[in-house]
Antibody, heavy 121, light 110 residues
Framework: QVQLQESGPGLVKPSETLSLTCAVS?????????WGWIRQPPGKGLEWIGS???????YYNPSLKSRVTISVDMSKNQFSMKLSFVTAADTAVYYC??????????????WGQGTLVTVSS | QTVVTQEPSFSVSPGGTVTLTCGLS?????????PSWYQQTPGQAPRTLIY???TRSSGVPDRFSGSILGNKAALTITGAQADDESDYYC??????????FGGGTKLTVL
C-alpha cells in the first residue's frame, strides 16, 4: 500500500520560505510516476502547485513558478517543496500526492493526509 | 491562463441522478485532457473517483460514472446517497506535466 506523509512547520512568517517534505512508503519514487504538491486555502478549492517526475524533471503551476522549487531525495524516498516569499494568501492545507503518467491516465491516485501551514507574523 | 470551470453548487434528492460538468474557459474538453474526478469531504484528503474520462478507481461504486458530454467532461451519480454529499473536483491534464484543477462543485443531497 502506497502511503504519503507530509511534514514541516505549521507556521511560517511572511516573506520567509515555506518548506515541506513528503515521505513515501510502499513504493520507490525511483520506480516511476510523478510526485506532486497540491494546496487548499481554508474554505477554498484545490490548486496544483507542481510535480517532479521520477527522472527529476520538474513542472510548476505558472502562477507560482517564480517562487516554487520541488526536489527529490531518492535515498530517503521523499520529495520536498519550497515556496519562497510567502504571504497570508499562501495559508493553506498542503497535500502531497502521486500522479500516474501516460500509460495510466495522468491522474492523482494516492494522497497524503495534508498539513496546514499558516503564514503569520 | 487556462481556467477549468465547474458548477459552484448542485443539489440532488436521495435516489436521484445528478450530472456535474467540467469545462474549459476556452475550448472543449476531450479525452485528450484525461479528465479525472475527486471527491472531498470536510477535513479529509481528496479521494479519486474517476480517471481517464470514465475509468472508476478501485473501490468506487458503479453509481459513479464519467463521460464526455458535448464539450465538457461529466461526472454522473446515479441513485445518489446521503454520503455522496461532498465537494467534487475535476482535474484536467494540460500536457507537459501540467495539471489544472476546477473550482469544485459542492453537492448537497436533500
Amino acid at each position: 500500500q502506497v502511503q504519503l506523509q507530509e511534514s514541516g512547520p505549521g507556521l511560517v512568517k511572511p516573506s520567509e520560505t515555506l518548506s515541506l517534505t513528503c515521505a513515501v512508503s510502499g513504493y520507490s519514487i525511483s520506480s516511476g510516476h510523478y510526485w506532486g504538491w497540491i494546496r487548499q486555502p481554508p474554505g477554498k478549492g484545490l490548486e496544483w502547485i507542481g510535480s517532479i517526475y521520477h527522472s527529476g524533471s520538474t513542472y510548476y503551476n505558472p502562477s507560482l513558478k517564480s517562487r516554487v522549487t520541488i526536489s527529490v531525495d531518492m535515498s530517503k524516498n521523499q520529495f520536498s517543496m519550497k515556496l519562497s516569499f510567502v504571504t497570508a494568501a499562501d495559508t493553506a492545507v498542503y497535500y502531497c500526492a502521486r500522479a500516474k503518467g501516460y500509460s495510466y491516465g495522468f491522474y492523482f491516485d494516492y494522497w497524503g493526509q495534508g498539513t496546514l501551514v499558516t503564514v503569520s507574523s | 491562463q487556462t481556467v477549468v470551470t465547474q458548477e459552484p453548487s448542485f443539489s440532488v434528492s436521495p435516489g436521484g441522478t445528478v450530472t456535474l460538468t467540467c469545462g474549459l474557459s476556452s475550448g472543449s474538453v476531450s479525452t485528450n485532457y484525461y479528465p479525472s474526478w475527486y471527491q472531498q469531504t470536510p477535513g479529509q484528503a481528496p479521494r479519486t473517483l474517476i480517471y481517464s474520462t470514465n475509468t472508476r478507481s478501485s473501490g468506487v461504486p458503479d453509481r459513479f460514472s464519467g463521460s464526455i458530454l458535448g464539450n465538457k467532461a461529466a461526472l454522473t451519480i446515479t441513485g445518489a446517497q446521503a454520503d455522496d454529499e461532498s465537494d467534487y473536483y475535476c482535474v484536467l491534464y494540460m500536457g507537459s506535466g501540467i495539471w489544472v484543477f476546477g473550482g469544485g462543485t459542492k453537492l448537497t443531497v436533500l
